[in-house]
């Protein structure tokens, strides 16, 4: 039988006719609190989507097929974790429990790498930079950082040519200063 289709006590959901998604901020080690739905909310969360299914998606949500995609991206402060939960109302009006929560810890990515210059050789390119020191709200690095360099391809004549990785894997590095050689064949 189809769990997605069906209600708790295994009833047919006939027409889904709305969903909600709603978040909670909560500090990044603090122990996941409950979601209870009261009326048509849940306590403790803020609601920060309403998709109903057959109108066209409110910004920011996608719709396919069976699969729904929100972008949350209002109010979010770095270093804090987010829950979220989703209802379903069916066409009756009846909300289903919330979903088992799921959460994200929003962090800040680093500033970009500076002092990028580079060195040309015999069919090599040798790229040097300063690795960055803080993220972008200021706060310091910490733990690994990886790199990923891209190259315009070399028929490209146009500055809007789509850049490709080289090498096509990330970069780890655990330095302050970074060297990268890249040989073409």
Do not use: C
């Amino acid at each position: 039988m189809d769990q997605s289709r069906n209600r708790v006590d295994n009833t047919r959901l006939r027409d889904s006719g709305r969903v909600r998604l709603f978040r909670r901020e909560e500090a990044p080690d603090a122990k996941p609190k409950p979601a209870m739905l009261s009326g048509d909310r849940v306590v403790g969360y803020q609601q920060i989507a309403q998709i109903t299914l057959d109108a066209a998606p409110p910004p920011g949500v996608q719709l396919a097929g069976g699969t729904v995609t929100v972008t949350d991206d209002k109010g979010l402060s770095f270093g804090r974790r987010y829950v979220y939960v989703a209802t379903a109302e069916d066409g009756s009006g009846r909300t289903s429990a919330p979903s088992p929560p799921t959460g994200v810890t929003f962090l800040a990515a680093p500033t970009p790498p500076s002092g990028l210059s580079v060195q040309a050789g015999d069919r090599e390119a040798r790229l040097r930079w300063e690795a960055p020191t803080t993220s972008i709200d200021g706060t310091p690095v910490s733990g690994e950082l990886r790199y990923i360099v891209l190259r315009r391809p070399e028929r490209a004549v146009s500055h809007r040519s789509r850049l490709r990785p080289s090498p096509p894997r990330p970069i780890p590095t655990r330095v302050s200063r970074t060297r990268l050689l890249i040989a073409t064949p």
